[in-house]
T-cell receptor
Framework: GAGVSQSPSNKVTEKGKDVELRCDPI?????LYWYRQSLGQGLEFLIY????????KSGLPSDRFSAERTGGSVSTLTIQRTQQEDSAVYLC???????????FGNGTRLTVT | QKEVEQNSGPLSVPEGAIASLNCTYS??????FFWYRQYSGKSPELIMF????GDKEDGRFTAQLNKASQYVSLLIRDSQPSDSATYLC???????????FGKGTTLSVSS
């Protein structure tokens, strides 16, 4: 595709439910990042993929958060037993290789009620 | 010490002036440096990237890198009201590690 595609664009869920967020990278991009941005805050790193492997998952805030990437392409970020503090915009960004400029998707706005 | 530090601002400059945005980083082994612009409610978009010491110019934008001082800056010449946004500095530490963002500097350009 032309750019990084994220779905859904908005997600409202009840506390305690599981959610799955999807990222479709630009074709051929091997590096894929997930970030979280709370209102008025900076970008919080969550996890980085190079191909299908995740050399750096140090930013995942708890074991409720997990992510995978299959076929070196689509990635899903799963949040189990959502809490209100998980409410934020979740951004996916991809790059051609590990230190190349990143292109961001439009994000998924997650609201936990 | 935070990995990537920026003054949160706001930095206010009049239209036509030069805006200077600064960023320091803690990991001396860092290799790649990026500046992104983020308008309110939008995703970040790339402005400049720089890998080597010195200056890199692109139109009205100049990125400056000083690895000895662990300092990277962004100069915006002839600032326009449309440049009003939050500017994010990002640093890639070493191969196989994450790209870390600073919290951003808010720039306001008045007409």
């Amino acid at each position: 595709g032309a750019g990084v595609s994220q779905s859904p664009s908005n997600k409202v869920t009840e506390k305690g439910k599981d959610v799955e967020l999807r990222c479709d990278p630009i074709s051929g991009h091997t590096a894929l990042y997930w970030y979280r941005q709370s209102l008025g805050q900076g970008l919080e790193f969550l996890i980085y993929f190079q191909g299908n492997s995740a050399p750096d998952k140090s930013g995942l805030p708890s074991d409720r958060f997990s992510a995978e990437r299959t076929g070196g392409s689509v990635s899903t970020l799963t949040i189990q037993r959502t809490q209100q503090e998980d409410s934020a915009v979740y951004l996916c960004a991809t790059g051609q290789y590990y230190n190349s400029p990143l292109h961001f998707g439009n994000g998924t706005r997650l609201t936990v009620t | 010490q935070k990995e990537v530090e920026q003054n949160s601002g706001p930095l206010s400059v009049p239209e036509g002036a030069i805006a200077s945005l600064n960023c320091t980083y803690s990991d001396r082994g860092s290799q790649s440096f990026f500046w992104y612009r983020q308008y309110s409610g939008k995703s970040p978009e790339l402005i400049m990237f720089i890998y080597s010491n010195g200056d890199k110019e692109d139109g009205r934008f100049t990125a400056q890198l000083n690895k000895a001082s662990q300092y990277v800056s962004l100069l915006i010449r002839d600032s326009q009201p449309s440049d009003s946004a939050t500017y994010l500095c990002a640093v890639n530490r070493q191969a196989g590690t994450a790209l870390i963002f600073g919290k951003g500097t808010t720039l306001s350009v008045s007409s």
